[in-house]
């Protein structure tokens, strides 16, 4: 079977190794989804993609919405006519879905809402590491935790019964090693969507003016004791093992604990949180009073330990309470097993089992002639050859804001191009703060999917107060850095079918700008024309730079048979400039030692260098076509 045949057709009882975010996929489905949406983020994407794979085999709506705000309002809608609902963001994304999540929790819904957000401790692909616990708390929201796929899958369909006791949204908080996890998940039955939706008026609940959000805070905060009282009983708040030293934890968490207390051989009882908000307070203070002390487990925040604290003090509870405020474990980045072991043990006052820092001496010594290899813009991604064209039109004598995507890693040598990044859509905003204190040329970088999420009202802005800024939009018709998902340039929705396909330089010239010109950037000459117009413009200016992802052209053409010509360096011509290695900086061009040359392998035949060798020393392979 394939994945759109397990998350639709599989049954009840069978096995299968899933990620994460595909255990959650299924979940959802298990629980008769009706509407799922979602804008990709890492480490969530794989939910919604799977979504979006297996929809022809299903029974619900999945749409990617230009940004999480409107996800959670396309979600939340439903919710309210009696649909059961998925939004799924990571979890900067319900920063920009905040607005609506809080008053979506003061009107509640008729039909189950469960919101995933996928945290990323460690900032694996992330601009931050926020803990989104804290969501929780601030939107008076519950929250699921999972620690692994078959809990994902799980918790996913408690989410949504959950959601429909309380009438209100639940969060589904996951964390990247949940998401990226792949393990054996048991499957359950489907249970087929009610498909029923109905809108009944309420204007006095769902309404937020005033007078009713003074009347719902009351409700939300009834309801928030209602779900703490499902807390104390809920099956997923558990204590594991027995013994005087207590070990209080949740999410991923829990699955280095249990590694660490058998290095250790330590005998412990472990109380695995699930439900993180609202807390089994009273579960949590019994805990902490039959115990001699009690070491908290979490990544990031010490939401646990203060919660614990807390609930101890209330109580004249004295039983030590060990974590992060003594500094056995850190508030930065995700969590491993070594990091437990050796935080129980200092808190304990054991010996670590295991010398790491030999370990770690015998492995630097393994690799110390390794070289770095940093995440690099891929060979022929047109990316490259805008920014080369940018910093050649301006000389370099810019500032180059930037945004979230595949281009940001322009940061990078040889390119270098990127200056100031804060959030998606951020770059045309930071742009227009930029040219209001400095005289000198501003060029903001964003790409063609960040436009649409969050770019627009920036570049409103800029016409509105006339900044002059010069925006270029890197548009590779698609959403590459989060794995090619479709957006409103490409038309393609979520149902797999061809939507309304909207024109960038049209949005431009319909707020107002007067300069926009769309080039190719794969021609180097006419592009580097084209922005030094822009840049010399009086007034806001944006070009977009339009050509395909290089992964998604080389794979059209592998469809369609089309050959891949390579370039080659000739060593007789070639003098040892080294733009092509140094200024341009492909994945395929490589330095001997003694001149350039390209690895055919790499090469998608972009042509780029072959236009800025200034000694004409590359050429097409005519000999060596690949299909």
Not at 121 to 129: H, I, L, M, T, Y
Not at 536 to 545: L, T
Request: net charge neutral; hydrophobic share 40%.
């Amino acid at each position: 079977m394939n994945m759109a045949e397990i998350l639709t057709k599989g049954a009840a009882g069978k096995r299968f190794l899933l990620l994460g975010n595909e255990a959650i996929a299924r979940g959802a489905i298990e629980a008769g989804l009706e509407l799922a949406a979602t804008y990709p983020g890492t480490p969530s994407s794989e939910i919604g993609d799977s979504l979006f794979r297996a929809v022809k085999h299903g029974n619900y709506f999945f749409e990617y919405c230009t940004n999480e705000k409107v996800a959670m309002e396309v979600a939340g809608a439903a919710a309210v006519a009696n649909a059961r609902s998925l939004v799924i963001m990571k979890h900067v994304g319900l920063n920009v879905a905040s607005d609506a999540f809080m008053t979506l929790n003061y009107i509640g819904v008729r039909a189950g809402l469960v919101i995933v957000s996928a945290d990323d401790p460690g900032c694996w692909s992330s601009q931050n590491e926020q803990d989104n616990r804290l969501y929780a708390m601030l939107g008076d929201t519950t929250m699921l935790e999972p620690a692994d796929p078959q809990e994902a899958k799980d918790m996913t369909i408690a989410a949504f019964e959950l959601s429909e006791k309380l009438e209100q949204p639940v969060l589904l908080r996951v964390t990247t090693r949940v998401s990226h996890t792949r393990s054996g998940v048991e499957l359950g039955s489907i249970r087929p969507p009610r498909n029923n939706p109905n809108f009944e008026r309420d204007p006095f609940r769902f309404v937020t003016v005033p007078t009713v959000a003074r009347k719902r805070h009351p409700i939300l905060v009834e309801k928030v004791k209602k779900a703490t009282e499902i807390s104390e009983k809920s099956e997923w708040n558990r204590i594991i093992g027995k013994g005087n030293i207590g070990i209080l934890t949740s999410g991923v968490s829990f699955n280095y604990v249990m590694e660490a207390i058998d290095s250790l051989q330590l005998k412990a009882a472990i109380f695995k949180v699930g439900m993180t908000y609202p807390l089994p307070k009273k579960q949590i203070q019994k805990f902490l009073a039959s115990k001699d002390k009690v070491i908290v487990i979490e990544e990031l925040k010490p939401y646990l330990e203060n919660h614990a604290r807390a609930f101890a003090q209330e109580k004249g509870i004295m039983t030590p309470i060990l974590g992060k405020s003594q500094g056995y474990f850190s508030e930065i980045g995700e969590f491993t097993p070594r990091t437990v072991i050796e935080g129980i043990s200092k808190a304990l006052g054991k010996e670590i089992p295991t010398s790491y820092a030999e370990i770690d001496n015998k492995f630097s010594e393994s690799v110390s002639e390794a070289p770095p290899r940093p995440p690099i813009l891929c060979a022929g991604c047109p990316h490259r050859a805008t920014f080369y064209e940018v910093a050649t039109a301006t000389g370099r004598k810019g500032v180059y804001p930037t945004d979230i995507g595949c281009y940001t890693l322009a940061i990078q040598p040889p390119l270098e191009m990127a200056d100031l990044l804060l959030c998606m859509g951020s770059s045309i905003g930071t742009s227009c703060g930029l040219t209001a204190v400095l005289d000198k040329p501003i060029v903001g970088a964003i790409g063609d999917s960040t436009f649409f999420h969050s770019g627009i009202p920036g570049l409103v802005n800029a016409v509105y107060n006339q900044h002059p800024v010069k925006i270029i939009v890197v548009d590779n018709q698609t959403t590459a850095m989060t794995g090619h998902q479709p957006h409103p340039g490409t038309g393609m929705t979520g149902m797999g079918v061809q939507g309304a396909q909207i024109s960038i330089e049209a949005v431009a010239k319909g707020v107002g700008v007067e300069y926009v010109k769309v080039i190719n950037p794969l021609k180097v000459k006419e592009s580097i024309r084209a922005i030094r117009e822009a840049v010399a413009y009086d007034g806001p200016a944006v070009i977009v730079s339009r050509s395909p992802c290089a992964l998604v052209e080389g794979a059209r053409k592998r469809r369609a048979n089309e050959p891949i010509i390579p370039y080659e360096v000739d060593p007789q011509t070639c003098q040892g400039c080294r733009v092509c290695t140094d200024k341009l900086g492909c994945a395929a061009a490589i330095w001997t030692g003694e001149h350039a040359a390209i690895d055919a392998d790499l090469c998608t035949g972009c042509g780029v260098c072959f236009q800025i060798c200034p000694f004409k020393a590359i050429r097409e392979v005519v000999t060596n076509e690949r299909v």
